[in-house]
Structure formats: C-alpha cells, structure tokens
C-alpha cells in the first residue's frame, strides 16, 4: 500500500510555552530594556539591576495570564472581609477617653523643677512631645527622677497620639471597647492589611507579584491560597526572565543584568520613536521625513519615471510586469516612457559631528547627567540608523575633555565634587612627570579642552559639513595655557578669553558650534550671556532646553540641519 504523500515544511516546536497561562506569542512582549537602561543610566556600571528589581519595574497586562485576576480577588475580597470584621466589632470613644485620662494621671504622678514647671505644664497641656523632649535636654541630670519621669510621660503621650490616629484613620461601628494595649496591635493590624489592599491592586494593575509581601500575607491568606499565589510569582517571573533574554539582557554570574548590543539597539529604537512622536504632535514641532528626490540612498518606494530621473534606479521587476501588462502580444516588446517605474531617493550627504557633554559636578543637579546620555544614545541611534554615512563622535567634558566609545557612554557619571571652597584658584604644570590627571580635582567645567579636542577630530574629516555640539550648564571654570592648566571659581575673565580663542579657531576652520544650554541650580544671566556671545562670536546658534526634553531637541536639531544642508 503507498504511503500518504507527505507535505513539505518546517515543524515548530516551541519549548516551555504554555498557552494556557502564558502570553500568547502574537501579543507584544513588555518592554524589559527600558527598565534597565534607566537604571544603567542612573547608577552607570556601580550598580547593576537585580532579576527583583527588574520584575517590580516592569509592567505586563495581567489579562495575558489566565486565572491571574480571579486569584487576587479572592485574596483582596478576603482582607477586605477581616478588615470589615474589625471595624464592625469596636469602637474608639472608651480607648480615647482612657488614653487622655492616663496622660493626666501619668503627668501628675511627680513635681518637675520650678524653673522647669511652667514649661513642663504648657507641653502636658498642648499634648506636644517636643516640648517635652526639649525639657530634658535643659535638664541638669540626666539620670535624675525628673528625666526618668519625663520618659514615661512621653510613651504615654505617644500611645495617645496612636489611639486618636486610629480613630481619625478608620470608621469604627461596632460596641466592643478595646484597652490601649489592644487599640495599638488593631491600628497594627489594619496598617498592615491597608499595605496589602495596595500591593494587591498594583499587582492586577501590570502583573507584578513580586510587590506582595508574602511573609506578611501568610497571616490572613490560608495555605491554598499561598500556593495559588506563589506559583503565579513563579511563572511572571520565568516569563519575564525569558523576556529579558529574548530583549538583550543576559544575567551574569553575579545574577545580575547586564546589556547586550541587541538591548542597546532596541532602546535606541524605543528612544526616537518617542522623540519623533512628540515631536509631530508639538505645535513648533517641523520635522519632516526624508527629503524626497536624486539621491544617492534608494527608497522601497516606487514613482513613474518622470523626464530627469536617473535610470540607475529603475525597478525592472515592475517595469516589466506594466509593460507585459499594457500589451504582451506585440513583438519585440518595447518599454514606453509610463510603464517604467523607478525607485524613490533621499540625499545623505555626508557630515561630521561632535558631541561634548558636560559631566562636570553641578550636573548631578536634578539628574541632567542622565539626560545627557540619554540624549548621546538617541543621537547616536539616529545616525547609525538614518545616516550611517555620517561621523559621530563623543567627549566628556569636566576638568579635562577625553574621548569616549559610544558602548561606555551609558557607564559615564557626573564627577565627584573633591572641593567646597567658595573661591578656588589653583593652577598645575601638566607637563611636569610628578603630575597626573587622577590627582586634579575632576569637578570643573573645561570647555576649551571640549572644543580642542572636538577639533582635533573633525580636522581629518573630508566634509564642509562640520559641527560641533556644546551641551553644557554655564559658564567654563577650568582652561589650558599651554601645559598649564587653571581651575578657578568663581568663572574667571581669563577662562572666558581663552574659551573665546579656542572657539575662534574652530569657526576658521569652518566648525559650527551649536551650544545647549541645560538648567543648573547655579545658572545665572551671565550664563545665559556667555552662551550668546560664543554663539554670536562664532556664528553659532545657542539652545536653551529643558533637561528632559534634551533628546528631543538636540535630535530634532540634527535632523533640521540634516535638511538645511540637503537644501
């Protein structure tokens, strides 16, 4: 008998995929490498995130997983019920009552000292610990009758400041009265139950069962409803553990996340579809898409040939089909001016950019040294991605400018401020042997050394398209005399001038300097005005921006210029 013909193809297995209780391959996986990256940026390499920690951060639809809302209702039902319960049996007036009553009794059981009476009445009568706790600091003796007293009389008024809280808090409707004792361990009780109600609710909110405190639910939730509860943590935690591998996050041998290239290019994508979606619904927002035309980059898109258009592009497939499709039965066949069809082109000219990113100490203010690499890593996904003809090149910028790989910008921190003196004028001989730069304070802001440094790069660069991109808070406090480098604060004239040098030479050379400009808790006007004046002096431009929008800006900025070049 013949065998059954057997069908060609591929079989699929998919391991560890339950399509009961797991996410169905179709729906998008949540996004694990923000999480991360926020976190990388945050703390650089000194710090890395936890499985835990990664798992509290993410947020997945708790309707993915079957039988994961049913299940948490049941445990919130259930502390709600106890909660009902207690509120339901007691009441409050009689503990209030025998609180203020045992204050009084407590307050009077010793005579203070006379110099101290007056006072000690006003703190008994205003019920104020503080008034209290001062009373025995101006007492003489420590270790006397009166210090010892003043003690007890304030847990007693703190145990009478829990009853009136417990009363305040909560709505008490039943009869049975509590003494003070039991008044504490109920407003204990219903803390804890409150810090549950809210773990849970987050918890059906994205899926995080990691925020429930398990030890602590042990006390209300019977043994099945514990099991229930911690073979659901189990399986959002391997299911988002997958996630991260799949993402680009490895964990290292210290169980720890680490990056991989695959998670940088994925923020990076997620980072400018943010950009550019803020950006087309801004009112000032003008980015536009790639200029269409003769180009050297050929599009997926097609246009009828049009008289001008290089044949080079031509998209012989479809020209043929429209010719075949207008007459097949002509011989020879022969193409006419609208069957051919040609690829659309975008121009990518060639330019070459450099990044100085201010990390001196004053950008730990408000985070801005976050919003600088950030701000790196969308820049520099944009023009691998859009313009990979381009040259991009990044430098930190503190007391010395250096060059940094673009895979260490997400490791860079704000540096450490190592002198507080309101006035600080140091200079050192950097060409001397017994000299280094870990022994410079790292702190100041050197923006000659940023624009040197910039320079020297794009000098070897073949393009009239040449720029440099400043993002600094203020004024310079750090410049180079030769090998003598200044430190001085507060900004000197000296440091302005020799800045201006620097940026003068750039502008021969037919650098661009773009500077933005970043809030600073020390920004003044004469910030602001140093700013104009480099940009007017060099026929720059100066940004002011927001540190949050830092990424917007600077990528908005690029891509306008991008277009301004083209045209």
């Known amino acids: 008998?013949?065998?059954?013909?057997?069908?060609?193809?591929?079989?699929?297995?998919?391991?560890?995929?339950?399509?009961?209780?797991?996410p169905s391959p179709t729906q998008p996986p949540p996004d694990m490498v923000s999480s991360a990256f926020e976190h990388s940026l945050m703390f650089g390499k000194f710090r890395k995130l936890t499985p835990a920690e990664l798992a509290k951060a993410v947020k997945i639809d708790p309707s993915q997983i079957q039988g994961f809302g049913p299940s948490l209702d049941a445990v919130r039902a259930m502390l709600e019920e106890r909660k009902r319960k207690i509120l339901e049996k007691y009441e409050t007036d009689t503990v209030q009552?025998?609180?203020?009553?045992?204050?009084?009794?407590?307050?009077?059981?010793?005579?203070?000292?006379?110099?101290?009476?007056?006072?000690?009445?006003?703190?008994?009568?205003?019920?104020?610990?503080?008034?209290?706790?001062?009373?025995?600091?101006?007492?003489?003796?420590?270790?006397?009758?009166?210090?010892?007293?003043?003690?007890?009389?304030?847990?007693v008024m703190g145990d009478k400041y829990q009853v009136d809280e417990l009363a305040a808090k909560y709505e008490f409707t039943g009869r049975e009265s509590m003494t003070i004792p039991e008044a504490l361990e109920i407003k204990e009780l219903l803390e804890k139950i409150d810090e549950l109600l809210d773990q849970v609710q987050e918890a059906m909110e994205n899926a995080t069962i990691g925020v429930i405190d398990m030890e602590e639910l042990q006390e209300f939730?019977?043994?099945?409803?514990?099991?229930?509860?911690?073979?659901?943590?189990?399986?959002?935690?391997?299911?988002?553990?997958?996630?991260?591998?799949?993402?680009?996050?490895?964990?290292?041998?210290?169980?720890?996340f680490q990056l991989t290239p695959e998670a940088y290019r994925i923020f990076q994508g997620k980072l400018l579809s943010r950009i550019f979606s803020q950006l087309q619904a801004s009112r000032t927002g003008r980015h536009q898409g790639p200029i269409?035309?003769?180009?050297?980059?050929e599009m997926q898109q097609t246009?009828?040939?049009?008289?001008?258009?290089?044949?080079?592009?031509?998209?012989?497939?479809?020209?043929?089909?429209?010719?075949?499709?207008?007459?097949?039965?002509?011989q020879p066949l022969k193409f006419r001016n609208d069957d051919?069809?040609?690829?659309?082109?975008?121009?990518s000219p060639k330019c070459a950019t450099v990044v100085v990113m201010d990390l001196s100490g004053s950008t730990r203010y408000n985070g801005q040294y976050v919003n600088v690499k950030r701000m790196a890593l969308a820049l520099d996904g944009l023009i691998r991605k859009e313009y990979p003809g381009d040259y991009l090149q990044f430098v930190e910028m503190a007391s010395f400018a250096k060059p940094v790989p673009r895979g260490e910008i997400i490791n860079l921190l704000p540096k450490p401020v190592t002198i507080s003196d309101p006035v600080v004028q140091l200079k050192v001989d950097m060409s001397r042997t017994d000299v280094s730069e870990p022994m410079i304070p790292p702190h100041f802001t050197n923006i000659q050394h940023g624009l040197q440094t910039a320079r020297r790069f794009l000098a070897t660069q073949d393009t009239p398209n040449r720029q440099v991109i400043v993002i600094t808070d203020g004024l310079p406090t750090a410049h180079f005399e030769e090998s003598w480098l200044y430190l001085l604060?507060?900004?000197?004239?000296?440091?302005?001038?020799?800045?201006?040098?620097?940026?003068?030479?750039?502008?021969?050379?037919?650098?661009?300097?773009?500077?933005?400009?970043?809030p600073s808790w020390s920004q003044t006007e004469e910030d602001i005005h140093f700013a104009r004046k480099l940009a007017e002096?060099?026929?720059?431009?100066?940004?002011?921006?927001?540190?949050?929008?830092?990424?917007?800006?600077?990528?908005?900025?690029?891509?306008?210029r991008k277009r301004e070049i083209i045209g």
């Not at 399986?235 to 988002?240: A, T």
């Not at 900004?491 to 800045?499: A, G, Q």
């Not at 002096?537 to 949050?548: L, N, P, Q, W, Y």
């Open 221 to 256: 939730a019977d043994s099945a409803q514990m099991e229930e509860l911690q073979k659901l943590q189990q399986q959002v935690e391997d299911y988002l553990r997958e996630m991260a591998e799949r993402q680009g996050l490895d964990l290292d041998a210290n169980g720890a």
């Open 537 to 560: 002096t060099t026929k720059g431009r100066v940004i002011f921006t927001a540190g949050d929008d830092l990424d917007r800006f600077v990528v908005w900025d690029y891509v306008s």
């Open 303 to 330: 246009k009828t040939y049009e008289f001008g258009d290089s044949l080079t592009h031509m998209d012989m497939p479809q020209s043929i089909i429209n010719m075949l499709l207008r007459d097949a039965s002509s």
């Open 1 to 22: 008998m013949p065998s059954p013909k057997s069908h060609g193809g591929v079989i699929h297995t998919y391991q560890k995929y339950d399509p009961v209780n797991l």
């Open 97 to 155: 009552d025998l609180a203020a009553k045992q204050l009084v009794q407590k307050s009077r059981e010793m005579k203070p000292p006379k110099k101290l009476a007056d006072r000690y009445r006003q703190a008994i009568h205003h019920e104020q610990i503080y008034d209290l706790e001062r009373l025995w600091y101006a007492n003489d003796d420590d270790h006397s009758p009166f210090a010892h007293h003043l003690l007890q009389v304030m847990q």
């Open 340 to 347: 051919i069809e040609v690829h659309r082109t975008r121009n």
């Open 489 to 518: 604060y507060p900004p000197h004239e000296r440091t302005e001038e020799f800045t201006f040098r620097e940026a003068m030479l750039c502008q021969r050379e037919g650098i661009t300097i773009n500077i933005f400009l970043v």
């Open 292 to 297: 269409i035309g003769e180009g050297s980059v």
